[in-house]
């Protein structure tokens, strides 16, 4: 079974770009999950999609934003960049994102590393 | 809002010392994993710890949840060149807790360094 699929992975852009980031699941899981990583933060939950929908959102501006389609791959996209926007983003797939079973792990992709000048 | 902290933020332990990494959770949890993440690589799974004061092993790695299921610990006996790593825990909040419907909140993590 093919792993989380993350594209691009590696970016560079300047302040006030824009960009998307792309995530293909693993086949069969519904649920994506995007954290931004810095070496100051740790993982910080950005949002979580469940069949098309946010179910779960972290504490980010309104500038990040994502969506997932019917075959649950999904985007992530970050309008007027900033400095401090220069990450790692990693995707995670999980089966159903929530309960007690072994549903919930999370499997990452390799991530995509944004460099922002 | 809801936290997850973990201690020690870094650990440099001489190859074949013991390592332990804590983590503190402002409310209950349902459950809480272990991630182990590679310099350069991606957070890994290790385990999921469900119950009360559940201890699992896996091999060298003793994990445990606390009674009141707020605590984890991870221990690693007689480190190796191989444990090197980031190792974090992810707290998994009961359904519709604060609105939220269970997203996992991961600790900063532990970043292990092992002297040969």
């Known amino acids: 079974k093919a792993g989380v699929t993350q594209t691009p992975r590696y970016l560079i852009k300047t302040r006030g770009q824009q960009v998307t980031l792309s995530c293909s699941p693993i086949?069969?899981?519904?649920?994506v999950s995007w954290y931004q990583q810095t070496p100051g933060q740790g993982l910080q939950f950005l949002f979580e999609y469940f069949s098309e929908t946010q179910r779960n959102k972290g504490n980010f501006p309104g500038r990040f934003s994502g969506r997932q389609f019917s075959n649950s791959r999904s985007e992530m996209n970050v309008s007027t960049l900033e400095l401090g926007d220069s990450a790692l983003y990693l995707c995670?797939?999980?089966?159903?994102?929530?309960?007690?079973?072994?549903?919930?792990?999370?499997?990452f992709g390799a991530g995509t590393r944004l460099s922002v000048l | 809002g809801q936290q997850v902290m973990q201690i020690p933020q870094y650990q440099h332990v001489q190859e074949g010392e013991d390592f332990t990494t804590y983590c503190n959770s402002s409310?209950?949890?349902?459950?809480i994993q272990w991630y182990k993440q590679r310099p350069g690589g991606h957070p890994v799974f290790l385990i999921q710890l469900v119950k009360s004061g559940e201890v699992k092993k896996q091999k060298r790695l003793t994990f445990q949840f606390g009674e009141a299921k707020k605590n984890s610990s991870l221990h690693i006996t007689a480190t190796q060149t191989t444990d090197v790593g980031t190792y974090f825990c992810?707290?998994?909040?009961?359904?519709?807790?604060?609105?939220?419907?269970?997203?996992?909140?991961f600790g900063k993590g532990t970043k292990l360094s092992v002297k040969p």
């Open positions: 992810a707290g998994q909040n009961p359904m519709n807790y604060g609105g939220s419907q269970g997203n996992l909140i």
């Open positions: 409310t209950t949890l349902s459950n």
């Open positions: 086949s069969g899981h519904r649920s």
């Open positions: 995670a797939s999980s089966l159903t994102g929530t309960g007690l079973s072994t549903k919930n792990i999370q499997y």
